[in-house]
């Protein structure tokens, strides 16, 4: 399975209330409802609900401790939410990196994570500092491998100079409603591409290099499943759910498919916390293998709300 889990939803609210074992029972249900359609790989970050989603995570392993063997986790860090009088801002610093993993192993209750994400490019990262932390945490077997996420591919391969191991992955924000990634490569040398803000380059770096490319978002909050419908995407979302009424399966199945579709081989991050939605991206796989390129430019289509130039 090339699904991804995303914990942002577990844990309660974003604030400073304690998470509940309510919280608990409905971190474990969506857990197993991902490990149901062969989910093994759960995504995470230092700040999704305060911290708590890390926590109740903690607390469903905890619950079951043979579940440890079966998951594989990552999580990030990079953003600091609420400190020194700002809202937020960004911070890479080797001090900052070692202080934020060590958090997210106490509140994850284990011994490493599989993947450390860098979670926002900062401006006054320093390459040699980011580094020497990973080298120390990969040292201690705290993190196995690292990864960034909403990089550029400049930015990738200024931070790769300084690895003595390659950057394994990055997560960015992929969808059928958000195109940009596609469309700085469709709109090359086109008048419409220049209002883009994805960096040119970036998928085809993942690419050249093997850099695993995650897709958040990926589900685009809903609106092609009924789950958020807007009415700007009428026809899209039409489209989508003929498209599952023919072939037997659901919205959620033929928007992940779209994704998987693609050669780069994205792997979709699936952030509800509904199991049930969950449980409805089990046919993603089968739709991307069955669908045709005339299917996949349909939804393009649709979704753009115009034929490709």
């Not at 033929?254 to 979709?268: C, D, K, N, Y």
């Not at 699936?270 to 045709?292: F, K, L």
């Amino acid at each position: 399975m090339t699904l991804i889990y995303g914990c942002m939803g577990l844990g309660g609210s974003w604030d400073d209330a304690s998470f509940t074992d309510a919280d608990v029972d409905h971190a474990e249900r969506a857990v197993h409802a991902a490990l149901d359609i062969g989910i093994t790989w759960f995504d995470h970050a230092d700040i999704y609900t305060n911290g708590k989603a890390e926590q109740v995570f903690g607390e469903v392993l905890r619950r079951d401790p043979a579940l440890r063997d079966r998951v594989k986790i990552q999580t990030k860090c990079g953003i600091r939410l609420g400190e020194n009088g700002l809202r937020a801002y960004y911070d890479l610093s080797r001090a900052a990196i070692l202080e934020r993993v060590d958090a997210s192993l106490r509140r994850l209750g284990v011994d490493s994570v599989d993947v450390l994400l860098l979670h926002r490019p900062d401006p006054l990262m320093d390459p040699a500092e980011v580094a020497d932390a990973y080298g120390e945490l990969r040292a201690a077997g705290k993190v196995r491998a690292l990864g960034v996420s909403n990089m550029s591919a400049a930015q990738m391969a200024l931070l790769q100079r300084h690895l003595d191991e390659p950057l394994v992955a990055n997560q960015l924000e992929m969808s059928l409603h958000r195109r940009d990634w596609l469309e700085a490569g469709v709109l090359v040398n086109h008048p419409e591409g220049s209002g883009l803000s994805f960096p040119e380059g970036t998928i085809e770096y993942c690419r050249a290099n093997d850099v695993r490319i995650q897709a958040w978002g990926s589900l685009a909050q809903g609106i092609y499943s009924g789950a958020r419908r807007s009415q700007a995407d009428d026809a899209a979302y039409e489209l989508v759910n003929a498209i599952a009424a023919e072939k037997g399966t659901t919205a959620e199945a033929i928007v992940l498919g779209w994704l998987l579709r693609h050669p780069a081989r994205i792997e979709p991050v699936v952030g509800t916390a509904n199991p049930d939605r969950i449980r409805a991206c089990a046919d993603a796989e089968a739709q991307a293998a069955a669908m045709t390129n005339v299917e996949w430019y349909a939804l393009y289509t649709a979704a753009r709300g115009k034929a490709v130039p």
